[in-house]
Nanobody, 123 residues
Framework: QVQLVESGGGLVQAGDSLRLSCAAS????????MGWLRQAPGKEREFAAA????????YYADFAKSRFTISRDNAKNTVYLQMNSLKPEDTAVYYC????????????????WGQGTQVTVSS
């Protein structure tokens, strides 16, 4: 059983930064890619970023490039998403997810999901 618990969301102003965290249960955390996806009101869930099993490779959606950074600490079973220069259009529920394999580059490659954390960016 894989459990993912996100934290770090909140209400910020445009231009601010936030760091999301996701704590994962299970002994096999370090064997799988992890990712972050988001869902804005009235929109479909979209892929934001992914990181390979050992942190050696990362992959970002176009909107996340240059502003978001995904990282992981396998010793702590935790994955992070550092978000800088936030925009109102970044407002969404952000979900942590575990991939099926050791790397992922799209939202279709994840099989376990957290409950999400709300990020709201005011203008």
């Amino acid at each position: 059983q894989v459990q993912l618990v996100e934290s770090g969301g909140g209400l910020v102003q445009a231009g601010d930064s936030l760091r999301l965290s996701c704590a994962a249960s299970g002994r096999t955390f370090g064997a799988y890619a992890m990712g972050w996806l988001r869902q804005a009101p009235g929109k479909e869930r979209e892929f934001a970023a992914a990181i390979s099993w050992n942190g050696g490779s990362t992959y970002y959606a176009d909107f996340a490039k240059s502003r978001f950074t995904i990282s992981r600490d396998n010793a702590k079973n935790t994955v992070y998403l550092q978000m800088n220069s936030l925009k109102p259009e970044d407002t969404a529920v952000y979900y942590c997810a575990r991939a099926r394999y050791s790397m992922a580059t799209s939202g279709h490659e994840f099989e376990y999901w957290g409950q999400g954390t709300q990020v709201t960016v005011s203008s």
